[in-house]
């Protein structure tokens, strides 16, 4: 079992940036495959980005590609999404998500994750 707490969201300008954390409990956190989902008002939560259990590999939404950059630390039981060139659009709630898995597998679809976080609120203005 593995317990996700999101944190860094908040209200940025167009343009902005903004660096969000996913802390995990537990010892096993390095066997646990990561990613980033969003959840828009009014629509679908969505796959943003993935990262496998040695951060050798990583997989990103058309969307989000080139500007966030999904990272972990295993030391520090946390997995990281940085956010560059904040538009509007990327408002929403953000969700970390994490299963066991494979040494080099990335997951893109919401129901091959076991485990969430809470969620932390990005907020983006025009």
């Known amino acids: 079992q593995v317990q996700l707490v999101e944190s860094g969201g908040g209200l940025v300008q167009a343009g902005g940036s903004l660096r969000l954390s996913c802390a995990a409990s537990?010892?096993?956190?390095?066997?646990?495959?990561m990613g980033w989902f969003r959840q828009a008002p009014g629509k679908e939560r969505e796959f943003v980005a993935g990262?496998?259990?040695?951060?050798?590999?990583?997989y990103y939404a058309d969307s989000v590609k080139g500007r966030f950059t999904i990272s972990r630390d295993n030391a520090k039981n946390t997995v990281y999404l940085q956010m560059a060139s904040l538009k509007p659009e990327d408002t929403a709630v953000y969700y970390c998500?994490?299963?066991?898995?494979?040494?080099?597998?990335?997951?893109?679809?919401?129901?091959?994750?076991?485990?969430w976080g809470q969620g932390t609120q990005v907020t983006v203005s025009s």
């Open positions: 990262i496998s259990r040695n951060g050798g590999s990583t």
């Open positions: 998500a994490g299963r066991e898995a494979g040494w080099g597998s990335v997951y893109q679809y919401r129901a091959q994750y076991n485990y």
């Open positions: 537990g010892r096993t956190f390095s066997s646990y495959a």
